[in-house]
């Protein structure tokens, strides 16, 4: 497997016959993502030959944590990173998910200084790990990635701008129906189910801010009202356009 992520670039096949599919997704198109994938794919070869240390971590590795000083940065070559974060009660608060070709702890590209989010592996994952040198010093070498790195920065803080907006603003409602929504788009390319969003009630109420009971109350309203369906650890959106309604 190392041998062949050290010696292949790759990317998803586009099918032509996903054209209306995107069109329609290209009209509900949110500015933000929950889910990183790919910003960096043309850079995948170059970081992979730029010496960083190609490591494997479990499923539940913690690569960084809130409040403590993390030594690296990773690039992800394959699997699924949770971003989240935490308060002195064990409360989680996910803010993302990072997918392949994407890079997580840049909150760490000073060096030194404690985390802000906590990082953790949702699969099995493959990295490239830097230090905050080797990073600076690619990017020193390297200004088309350094712009490049400084635009992806810029989607992850237009992500963290428009978490907190809606927080402070929106009821739980509203944040719920914006949450799914945006998962949904987010995912379209890569989720194998349609309109399903992967995750308990709990975390819905993590991703949102919210209380379990507030969260499930909703989830039951909707589901009496026929936009959504709740299974095992997922939730299946019945009605996109009367969810999508509800978040503006």
């Not at 590795?61 to 990773?74: A, D, F």
């Not at 309203?221 to 939730?235: E, P």
Request: aromatic content about 6%; some cysteine; overall charge neutral.
């Amino acid at each position: 497997m190392r041998e062949h992520l050290r010696s292949t670039v790759s990317c998803d096949t586009e099918n032509p016959k996903k054209e209306d599919d995107d069109a329609m997704t290209e009209t509900r198109k949110s500015p933000v993502s929950f889910i990183l994938k790919d910003t960096l794919l043309p850079w995948r070869g170059m970081l992979l030959s730029s010496g960083a240390e190609l490591l494997d971590y479990p499923a539940g590795s913690v690569l960084s944590r809130s409040g403590e000083v993390n030594q690296h940065i990773y690039f992800l070559l394959r699997g699924i990173v949770k971003t989240y974060t935490s308060n002195a009660s064990g409360y989680l608060r996910l803010l993302g998910y990072h997918k392949a070709n994407t890079i997580f702890t840049l909150d760490n590209l000073r060096g030194g200084e404690p985390a802000v989010v906590s990082n953790e592996a949702l699969t099995s994952i493959t990295v490239l790990r830097f230090t905050p040198e080797l990073l600076q010093r690619i990017c020193r070498q390297n200004p088309a990635f350094a712009t490049d790195l400084a635009l992806y920065v810029g989607d992850v803080l237009r992500l963290m701008c428009f978490d907190a907006e809606k927080q402070s603003i929106d009821d739980v409602q509203t944040r719920l129906a914006t949450f799914m929504c945006l998962y949904i788009e987010s995912s379209a390319e890569t989720c194998a189910e349609k309109n399903v969003v992967p995750m308990t009630q709990e975390s819905l109420a993590s991703a949102i801010n919210a209380s379990r009971i507030q969260t499930s109350r909703i989830c039951a309203q909707l589901k009496a009202d026929g936009i959504i369906s709740i299974g095992r650890k997922r939730v299946e959106v019945l009605d996109l356009p009367a969810l999508m309604a509800m978040r503006q």
